[in-house]
């Protein structure tokens, strides 16, 4: 089924759409009609109650999740694609810490190489440029399985961002981090939104809707604040 992008904005062109999204799983629905579409360069915030389905409307977004029923559509200069480059931080509670993988490795899972490919120079300064904005250039050779759950979430957030991706998803990225690297958060994410699209799940609505220019509320079904915030 292709889909053509309906509208345009400021922001930029449509990247995104989601019609008549459902998705029910054990027999509960969690997602029920979710039309959404999400512009280049736009910065929506999400918020909502818990169980209403906020990371399930994520993880449709970003292809992990095939819905009951409606359709979701990507698309690139006009064109509907299969798919588009994405930057995800889950919540920590979704990260897999048991993986025998070092600090250092696991930012660099999330540049797109090949499994031989060599990196080239500017993988590698994105890498360096990476990990010293997150503070966490002195923990590359630590085992993620001993990290605290800020250098957790600082860890996954290097990777998120390093591949320079079109869109970045963030599902509650202040649950862990202190008030001093909180503070240093919300200025790589104005940074970030200069330059791509983000979509940013949280419970901490004082500073992000500030910097949002949408803002949508899910509770199983979405609505967005006409007018943005």
Request: hydrophobic share 40%.
């Amino acid at each position: 089924m292709d889909m053509e992008p309906t509208r345009m904005t400021d922001t930029g062109e449509v990247i995104l759409q989601l019609e008549k999204v459902n998705v029910v799983l054990e027999g509960r629905k969690i997602l029920e009609e979710v039309d959404l579409t999400v512009h280049r360069g736009d910065f929506i915030a999400v918020s909502g109650p818990n169980g209403g389905g906020k990371t399930t409307l994520l993880r449709v977004l970003l292809g992990l999740l095939k819905p009951s029923s409606g359709h979701v559509a990507y698309f690139r200069a006009g064109r509907e694609v299969k798919s588009l480059q994405f930057g995800y931080l889950p919540q920590k509670s979704k990260i897999d810490t048991r993986f025998p993988i070092s600090v250092g490795d696991a930012v660099r899972s999330g540049q797109l190489t090949g499994l031989f490919k060599r990196r080239t120079e500017e993988q590698e300064a994105r890498f360096r440029e990476v990990v010293e904005m997150t503070e966490i250039d002195d923990i590359l050779d630590r085992p993620v399985g001993v990290l605290s759950g800020g250098q957790l979430e600082r860890t996954f957030l290097a990777r998120a961002i390093v591949s320079n991706p079109e869109i970045i998803v963030f599902d509650e990225p202040l649950s862990y981090i202190d008030s001093r690297f909180k503070r240093h958060l919300y200025e790589i994410m104005e940074d970030l939104a200069r330059e791509t699209t983000v979509i940013l799940v949280s419970h901490e609505m004082s500073v992000i809707k500030k910097m949002a220019n949408r803002r949508i509320y899910v509770d199983h079904r979405l609505t967005e604040e006409v007018g943005g915030i």
